[in-house]
């Protein structure tokens, strides 16, 4: 096990997602917690659908005003959905997604917890769409994400070219890395208030439609709605589409 505290600085308002969105991080040993304050999330009834955003376009928008789906040239698609907590949690809400999401990357679920050799310890070179982490044998980590960073130093070594790495912040919320030089899983949840998670499954080997990276991003007040941003990309490069999904959301929810 890979762990690293939180570091001062914390969340950066509008980049704090390894799933979807660019800006930095820095994690460094026995730093206490600290997390900027975010802007307040909006409840919203309908969602906007614009005709584009930057390099996603419209394919459809269902008549509620619940749904609608982009698209990209390389065959990215995205899905954004406004959903009802009808009284629950988010947990209660996502999980079913991110049941789906493997379905289309199974290569990561499976390679992100598979087991690895025990030589070489503490040196791990994982390269997958959009996601890079390397550590080296002085204890060192890093992991980069669709253009944020995430550095540290090991404090308890793993076994070669596997990586799982906690950042906790307040209580459960923070960020969970399983992964291999196969595929890898990632939890974010940016703590504050309403729900501020992402979710990512990035493999090396495509699943049965082409994808080699699926995920969500999903904003809202506690108690609801919130709006889900699913994305199933193709290529190897997301930091564009990483953008134009986080715009997409907070046009729609703000935070």
């Known amino acids: 096990m890979k762990s690293f505290d939180w570091a001062s600085g914390g969340w950066a308002t509008g980049a704090a997602s390894l799933v979807l969105a660019g800006g930095a991080l820095a994690l460094s040993a026995c730093s206490p917690p600290h997390r900027h304050a975010a802007a307040p999330l909006r ?66 679920v499976v390679a992100g917890a598979s087991a690895a050799g025990d030589t070489d ?10 996601i890079h982490i390397h550590a080296n044998g002085d204890g060192h980590a890093d992991v980069d994400a669709n253009g944020v960073h995430v550095g540290g130093h090991d404090h308890d070594g793993d076994s070669d070219d596997r990586a799982d790495i906690q950042v906790n ?50 904003r809202g007040p506690a108690g609801g709605p919130i709006v889900v941003a699913q994305v199933l990309a193709k290529s190897d490069h997301q930091d564009d589409l990483s953008h134009d999904i986080h715009a997409l959301v907070s046009r729609n929810v703000g935070g």
């Not at 310890?121 to 959009?130: A, T």
């Not at 209580?171 to 501020?196: F, P």
């Open 43 to 108: 409840t919203v009834s309908t969602l906007i659908c614009p005709d584009t955003q930057g390099d996603l376009t419209r394919k459809s928008a269902a008549a509620d005003g619940k749904t609608c789906v982009y698209g990209t040239s390389a065959g990215d698609q995205v899905t954004l959905q406004l959903i009802s907590l009808d009284g629950g949690d988010a947990r209660a809400a996502l999980d079913p997604i991110e049941t789906q999401l493997k379905t289309e990357v199974p290569a990561a």
């Open 121 to 130: 310890k503490d040196r791990v070179d994982i390269n997958l769409p959009g």
């Open 169 to 218: 912040g307040l209580g459960s919320k923070g960020v969970t890395v399983n992964a291999d030089k196969g595929g890898a899983q990632i939890h974010v949840d940016e703590g504050g208030s309403g729900v501020r998670v992402h979710y990512i499954l990035a493999s090396e080997t495509p699943g049965p439609h082409g994808y080699r990276m699926a995920g969500y991003e999903a």
